[in-house]
């Protein structure tokens, strides 16, 4: 099913790139094929089959709709929640994607990423979501693999050093420590980051914070809570 999620986003993807080019505006339509959305469908249907085979409720599943309080703002709308009989928040997962512009989208994802995580847990903390555990929070990136998104990139010091480890980096590279900081900084639960260069071309950029450890983990905090879903 990962092999149909990745074929799902790219012909999603193109797709709604042909759309706009059709309409003569090839602006327009790189920036609708960017911002198009549905392209991470493929991986949300993933996570629910492997809910449903874990025992879930079809009816506790959100994949639309799934606007959760925060702390920061008013709300924030997640890409997949599980919300048990009781109304308890199971799980929240957001899904993201990079193809090109990688210069100028990698620092948006790094503050998306970490705005989410601290605005709900902030609120957990406060008690926004009462008389439950914590949820499992995940984060799942598919990134282009390309000579742009692969070759080393410089970094700039005008003022202060850059931490070591972003020195010598791709933006891949980056997106690698993002998730594994994200998951030490206890952000999110769990993370994965894939590369794909066609719909049918795609892996791991690390054993650790590969889709099979992601889904793994996720299969096992719902083992976890089955009790929540017995009537």
Wanted: with cysteine; hydrophobic share 40%.
């Amino acid at each position: 099913m990962i092999q149909k999620a990745i074929a799902c986003f790219w012909d999603t993807r193109n797709r709604q790139l042909n759309s706009q080019l059709d309409r003569n505006n090839r602006d327009t339509g790189n920036r609708g094929a960017v911002t198009g959305g549905k392209q991470m469908d493929g991986f949300v249907e993933l996570l629910a089959k492997v809910a449903t085979d874990m025992g879930i409720p079809q009816n506790c599943i959100y994949t639309k709709r799934n606007q959760l309080p925060g702390y920061f703002r008013p709300t924030k709308d997640w890409d997949f929640l599980i919300v048990s009989p009781t109304n308890k928040l199971i799980a929240a997962i957001e899904f993201k994607s990079q193809v090109g512009s990688f210069g100028n989208n990698f620092n948006n994802r790094t503050e998306e990423a970490l705005g989410s995580a601290v605005d709900l847990w902030t609120a957990f903390r406060e008690n926004v979501f009462p008389n439950q555990n914590a949820p499992w929070v995940g984060y799942l990136m598919a990134v282009e693999r390309c000579k742009k998104s692969t070759s080393i990139i410089r970094v700039t010091e005008p003022h202060f050093k850059v931490l070591e480890e972003f020195k010598e980096t791709s933006y891949i590279d980056r997106y690698a420590i993002l998730c594994r900081k994200l998951i030490l900084e206890r952000h999110y639960t769990a993370t994965a980051l894939l590369w794909t260069s066609d719909s049918s071309t795609y892996g791991d950029v690390a054993s650790d914070i590969s889709i099979n450890n992601f889904l793994t983990a996720f299969a096992g905090h719902l083992q976890g809570v089955a009790n929540e879903f017995i009537a």
